[in-house]
């Protein structure tokens, strides 16, 4: 009778000496995936503030710890304002860094000096639309997945250290490409749908 791949892997795993490296390796796991996550959003972070580097209109900016579920990477205007929070009030951002990551242009919805939903209405009526996913969510008028979700295995050895490089060329640039294709109709909402609120504006 052929053994399942189950089956085999069980065998193997409860052999003395492959038990005790399986435990070491699931003790040291959580902590390796962490780093490499964290390695990976810094040089995201770095290839952005390269890549605009010469564009004094645009600015990087991460909040929140990278464990925590509203981890950000943005790419926003200064002109477009930080709301009261130190959040920008409009950019374009990845969010949850640390699985099922999403990116897609982002509407600060509090404490600011904008009219949420008339900007969300505006941008979801823009043609790029039919290229994301929109739902419920107040703070993203539109999103689509990464291109790596850090849900899996997989995606975790795509940004290991011979790897890693190639994806942040790709995460960066997609963000980037995405900030300069909706910047003029950022920049139309930031004008057209003021309201009273508190916000610094960054010179």
């Known amino acids: 009778m052929i053994k399942s791949y189950d089956q085999e892997m069980f065998d193997f ?14 003790k040291h796991l959580p902590t390796v995936k962490a780093k490499l996550l964290e390695a990976f959003w810094d040089g995201v972070e770095k290839k952005l503030r390269e890549m605009v580097s010469n564009e004094v209109e645009w600015n990087v900016v991460r909040l929140e710890p990278i464990s925590s579920s509203i981890s950000k990477v943005m790419l926003y205007k200064p002109s477009w304002g930080i709301a009261a929070d130190g959040c920008p009030q409009l950019a374009v951002g990845y969010e949850k860094l640390t699985g099922q990551t999403f990116y897609g242009p982002f509407v600060h919805n509090r404490v600011s000096q904008l009219n949420h939903a008339d900007v969300t209405t505006h941008l979801r009526g823009l043609p790029i639309v039919n290229d994301f ?13 990464a291109a790596l979700s850090f849900n899996t295995d997989e995606d975790f050895q795509q940004i290991l250290p011979t790897k890693r490089n190639e994806h942040i060329e790709q995460f960066a640039g997609d963000l980037f490409g995405l900030g300069i294709t909706l910047a003029a ?7 057209q749908f003021r309201t009273t609120g508190s916000i610094i504006t960054q010179n």
Not at 138 to 144: G, I, Q, R
Request: with cysteine; net charge negative.
């Open 133 to 145: 996913d929109f739902d419920r969510s107040t703070w993203y008028p539109f999103w689509d997945h």
């Open 13 to 26: 795993f409860t052999s003395e000496e492959a038990f005790l490296s399986l435990c070491k390796i699931a």
């Open 185 to 191: 109709e950022l920049d139309y909402c930031n004008k």
